[in-house]
């Protein structure tokens, strides 16, 4: 059974281009959550998608946005980037049906701004 | 709004020795707690967690914690520390389902480092 798979795995831009990023949730789950994790820090919540929509966002621009797909997997877009996007980006999935159950996350996806 | 704050950002016992990773939290209504455990470029890993019942929950790794609602606190413990559990340690906190989503607030994180 695969967990949440990301990718890619590293990524490297320049400032102003922009970056799209990949999640497979956990089979069985059909919710997504983004995370933000600079470093040294907590992971900071970007969005949350279900149902192929947006349905909970954290103090993120809209520079950031994501789509859901029917099959539940996910994508963070992050246009015009900023040196202070390079960050540890997490994804993780859960069930909306499993109330309580804990979000599994993936190993995540490491983008560094030059 | 609901937050969590990790007091200590490195913890360092010796191997064999029991520890603690100390973590309060703020939220509305009757919290959800979550620990996680994160390994150097890694994602995180999910160790328990406290939704309701019993104030002493066990969860992974021989790790538990004890939910104190009086003074807010999710501390994490384990009986006898081992290399292997030097690790990158978060709490995290959500309200109760609302409808609107599972969004989870993290900690700062607590470094553990066990020494033989």
């Known amino acids: 059974d695969a967990g949440v798979t990301q990718s890619p795995t590293h990524l490297i831009k320049t400032r102003g281009q922009q970056v799209t990023l990949r999640c497979s949730p956990k089979?069985?789950?059909?919710?997504v959550s983004w995370y933000q994790q600079a470093l040294g820090q907590g992971p900071q919540f970007i969005f949350q998608?279900?149902?192929?929509?947006?349905?909970q966002r954290g103090n993120f621009p809209d520079r950031f946005s994501g789509h859901q797909f029917p099959n539940y997997s996910s994508e963070l877009n992050v246009n015009a980037l900023l040196l202070g996007d390079s960050a540890l980006y997490l994804c993780?999935?859960?069930?909306?049906?499993?109330?309580?159950?804990?979000?599994?996350f993936g190993d995540g996806t490491r983008l560094s701004i030059l | 709004a609901q937050s969590v704050a990790q007091p200590e950002d490195q913890v360092n016992v010796a191997e064999g020795n029991p520890l603690t990773v100390k973590c309060t939290y703020s939220?509305?209504?009757?919290?959800?707690l979550f620990w996680y455990v994160q390994y150097p470029n890694r994602g995180l890993q999910f160790l328990l967690k406290?939704?309701?019942?019993?104030?002493l929950v066990k969860g992974s790794y021989g790790f538990e914690a004890e939910f104190n609602k009086s003074q807010t606190s999710f501390h994490l413990k384990k009986p006898s520390a081992l290399v292997s559990d030097s690790a990158l340690y978060f709490c995290?906190?959500?309200?109760?389902?609302?409808?609107?989503?599972?969004?989870?607030?993290f900690g700062t994180g607590t470094q553990l480092k066990v020494e033989l």
């Open positions: 993780a999935s859960s069930a909306r049906d499993r109330e309580g159950q804990p979000q599994h």
């Open positions: 089979s069985g789950h059909d919710t």
């Open positions: 998608y279900y149902e192929e929509e947006e349905r």
């Open positions: 939220v509305s209504g009757n919290p959800y």
């Open positions: 406290y939704i309701t019942g019993d104030n």
């Open positions: 995290a906190v959500r309200p109760p389902f609302t409808g609107g989503g599972n969004k989870l607030t």
